[in-house]
């Protein structure tokens, strides 16, 4: 059964001293599989640090959590520009979205949207989700072998999401390659420049969609979320035709290309611990808790960025003002000073206040979502089957800039 390579600092190759990056440089191929020992290293060695290209990063809880919740910050700079915008070519990408707007357009779009994704609107949704997750793990119980990703954890969150803004799923297979690839633009800055190019097609061929879909809707309104925007920009005052688009394609993007991970981490996690995956046969009720370690342990997001309005002090650096700053969700995650025995993955760990969903003004609109999602797909599957069985294959990792894995085969038995 494959492991990750390195289980702990003791592991690691030593670190070189001229290395910005302290071991833990995420443009490297093999740092997406393997970043939780680089990344407690980095936390050791260099809490807070400053990247070649003028970025800070910081890996401990305490400093993450300030920067989200507590610190004066934009997610622009202060003329309004994000950096490695004039990287990308016409494409829309996801500037427009509300995760890259500041105040005030960000609390406008926000609002927009955010009833669809209240508590109680997403219980509405639990009963068809239930259904279609029994039907997809009998499915993949009868043939008695899965592949994760494409049979459950990619299904689920995009047929919800899908029939939540007004997509009809029969598009699936058009735009699940497009939003994998659109998440780079989020890394405009960073991307090689190949891969941004990619990213910006990608974007503009989800733009024509929508444009085209939105065409239709105009004409034939439903009860669904596209309708909703397509009412708000029609009022003229509270939403662009640009900003409109954005936020179609924004939302089907953050709707699934995060949960996907969250599922097949998830489960990944619970097959390499059978002692916790037995835990959670044995007691069902733990499966909320369960799904808040797999977050915290694994989770789809590895960083979120903002940027300074002030000067700020973060250890012993100050950061000047006007500076974007990485908060490593993935290092907070495991820090010891947070949570006790942080490498150890326990399905019933309470307190377990993690940063996977971010914090502050942009704290992730889609939680209640992704829980109620996963929650159901992950218990249902370890409810409904006596074992499930990875091969030792390493894992293969998907098209997105998130922590996705592109393919996760199983063998399972009821
Ligand atoms: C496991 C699943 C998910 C994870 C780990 C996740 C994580 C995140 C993170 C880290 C952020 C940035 C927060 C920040 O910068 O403070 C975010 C923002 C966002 N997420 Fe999620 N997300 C998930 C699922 C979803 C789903 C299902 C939706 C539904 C559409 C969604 C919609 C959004 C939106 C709209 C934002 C931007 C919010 C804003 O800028 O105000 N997410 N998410």
């Known amino acids: 059964m494959s492991r990750p390579a390195y289980q702990s600092i003791a592991d690691l190759p030593p670190l070189d001293p001229k290395d910005p990056f302290f071991g833990a440089n995420p443009f490297d191929p093999s740092f997406r599989g393997d970043p939780h020992a680089r990344l407690a290293r980095l936390r050791a060695v260099a809490p807070v640090s400053e990247l070649p290209f003028g970025v800070f990063r910081l890996a401990r809880y305490a400093d993450c959590q300030r920067l989200l919740r507590d610190v004066p910050t934009g997610v622009r700079n202060a003329d309004g520009q994000i950096d490695g915008r004039e990287r990308i070519p016409r494409a829309l990408g996801p500037g427009e979205f509300m995760l890259q707007q500041d105040p005030p357009a960000h609390p406008r779009l926000r609002r927009l949207v955010s009833k669809a994704f209240t508590p109680r609107a997403i219980e509405r949704l639990r009963a068809p989700v ?8 009998e499915r993949a119980l009868a043939k008695g072998e899965m592949d994760v990703i494409a049979d459950l954890a990619l299904p689920v969150p995009s047929t919800v999401i899908c029939e939540m803004m007004g997509v009809p799923i029969a598009d699936r297979a058009r735009f ?4 994998a690839q659109a998440t780079h633009l989020l890394a405009a800055q960073f991307a090689p420049q190949e891969v941004i190019d990619r990213a910006a097609a990608a974007a503009e061929a989800l733009e024509h969609y929508f444009e085209d879909l939105i065409a239709e809707r105009r004409t034939s309104p439903r009860e669904d979320i596209l309708t909703e925007l397509i009412r708000a920009e029609e009022a003229g005052d509270r939403l662009t035709p640009r900003e409109l688009i954005a936020q179609a394609s924004g939302l089907l993007i953050a709707g699934f290309e995060t949960t996907i991970g969250l599922i097949g981490n998830g489960v990944r996690m619970l097959v390499l611990h059978p002692d916790q995956l037995a835990r959670l046969r044995a007691d069902p009720g733990l499966i909320a808790s369960a799904v808040e370690e797999c977050l915290r342990f694994d989770g789809p997001i590895p960083l979120t960025i903002r940027v300074t309005r002030e000067e700020t002090r973060f250890g012993d650096v100050v950061i000047p003002k006007d500076r974007r700053v990485m908060a490593l969700l993935s290092a907070a995650n495991r820090d010891p000073a947070k949570f006790p025995d942080p490498d150890r993955f326990d399905v019933g ?3 377990n206040e993690h940063l996977a969903f971010g914090g502050g003004a942009h ?3 889609g939680v209640h979502l992704a829980r109620m ?3 159901l797909a992950i218990g249902t599957l370890v409810a409904r089957t006596r074992t499930l069985e990875l091969d030792d294959s390493p894992p293969e990792w998907g098209a ?3 922590r996705v894995l592109g393919r996760l085969p199983l ?3 009821a």
Not at 176 to 179: K, L, V
């Open 411 to 413: 063998r399972l038995s």
């Open 373 to 375: 999602e996963a929650q």
């Open 400 to 402: 997105s800039l998130f």
């Open 176 to 179: 699940t390659e497009w939003t």
């Open 130 to 137: 239930k259904r279609l997750v029994d039907e997809l793990v």
């Open 349 to 351: 760990r309470s307190p």
């Open 363 to 365: 704290f992730c609109l």
